[in-house]
Nanobody, 125 residues
Framework: QVQLVESGGGLVQAGGSLRLSCAAS????????MGWFRQAPGKERVFVAA????????YYADSVKGRFTISRDTAKTTVYLQMNSLKPGDTAVYYC??????????????????WGQGTQVTVSS
């Protein structure tokens, strides 16, 4: 069983930066992958970024390429999402997710096994 806790959300102005953290605890897997998803008000949950736990591979949604960076710290069992050049369209609840058998990266939410509680990111214009 894996528990995920997100933190770092908040209110920022357009063009600003924010770093989200996802701390993993409990049973973890060397073959797992981690992902970030977001859900804006009245919208469906969509993929943002993913990374294999070993850090070899990353994958980004087109909407955030060049602006967001996903990374991990194995010593802290934590995954980060560095968000730069934020836009009002980035406003959403951001969720951390884990996929136990993550040898390859996938953007489909239903394929992930564990989820955090979410953290609110609001970008003002």
């Amino acid at each position: 069983q894996v528990q995920l806790v997100e933190s770092g959300g908040g209110l920022v102005q357009a063009g600003g930066s924010l770093r989200l953290s996802c701390a993993a605890s409990g049973r973890t897997f060397g073959s797992m992958s981690m992902g970030w998803f977001r859900q804006a008000p009245g919208k469906e949950r969509v993929f943002v970024a993913a990374i294999t736990w070993n850090g070899v591979s990353t994958y980004y949604a087109d909407s955030v390429k060049g602006r967001f960076t996903i990374s991990r710290d194995t010593a802290k069992t934590t995954v980060y999402l560095q968000m730069n050049s934020l836009k009002p369209g980035d406003t959403a609840v951001y969720y951390c997710a884990a996929r136990a058998l993550g040898s390859y990266l996938i953007a489909t939410a239903r394929e992930y096994d564990y989820w955090g509680q979410g953290t609110q990111v609001t970008v003002s214009s």
